[in-house]
């Protein structure tokens, strides 16, 4: 038997591999532990979560941003993004509409915009939760203090977003400007864990400079800062970037991580996520089968969401409208799965455990 294929055996019974054993893993990866961790991880998910998936309506609502990460494609200096900003009601009235198809969480998700002081986003917080208590509110707004990240719980936000991009230090400066620090990052996703949030951390496969070693160092993060949810696509570049024209990253890779972190942390939310999505034509569908359990189709106004252009041909098919939620099951259905009315809270949250 090949050592990845013993390796990946280990970790479907133990849920655990060592610094060094990721990384073999990762370096020694051959079809057959493909095939492997695929069926492992799937039949992982289907056990905490049977069959079915959650949704979240994503509602992507300022693609300004202060920040000039060298992947994105809504960075600072990119001249000629077209800048949008929804407005409060406008986010209400996209949650309306999804609350009204099923949706029972909504991810806020934007660029470090300034204009959304804690203000302004605490009110437009506590108004999701006053006009639906019965759904969940996941913010996706990057880097911001502690307090901030305080009085936003105290709002009523129940999870946040944050990616911590890379674990290898060295990498992350290299995606990002001076005055980024992996260092900030990872202080955060501990603030935020501490604050109570259901915390997302995860990564993209493939960027610049990215090796093994760094994706092992990702997935040692993972399994030791045990994030509720985590979210893994590929790189994909963006012209108008200082990453324009380098590769994208593989889709085939992104796949076998994500079944990986599943058998890492057997009940996390994994979204099967728009990267994925825009890579392989049925992405969404080839997540699940290889351990994600959440899909978070876009409900933002059609007529902005093509600005919020993070990578090239970024997919922007979402379920705003009764059609686009009907394709989706209609896809779910195609694979055995079915998406549910539920908020989906993490089961860690209910538990307190994570195995
Ligand atoms: N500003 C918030 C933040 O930094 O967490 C949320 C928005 S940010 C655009 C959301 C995620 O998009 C990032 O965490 C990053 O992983 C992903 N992303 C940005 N550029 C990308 C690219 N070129 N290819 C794939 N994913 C990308």
Redesign the pocket.
Known sequence: MGEALELARRLAEEHTLSDEELLALIQYRDGETADFLREQAAETARRHFGRQIYLRGLVEFTNH?R?D?R????RRSNGNARRYRLTPEEVLDACRAGHRLGFRTFVL????DPWWDDGRLCALVSALKKEFPDSAVTL????RSRESYARLRAAGADRY???H?TADPDHYAFLHPPGQTLRDRLRCLADLKELGYQVGA???VGSPGQTAACLAADLAFLRDFRPHMV?I??????PD?PFAGAPDGSAELTLYLLSAVRLLLPRALLPATT?LGTALADGREQGILHGANVVMPNLTPPDQREKYL??HDKLSAGAESAAGLKELRARLAAIGYEPVVQRGDSPLILTGKQR
Request: proline fraction near 3%; include cysteine; charged fraction near 15%.
């Open positions: 941003c920040r990460c992947y994105c494609g809504i998700q934007g660029g470090e996706s707004v990057g880097e977003l944050l990616r991009e995860g990564m993209m979210g696509g590929p790189y994909l570049s963006h970037t990267a993070l990578y």
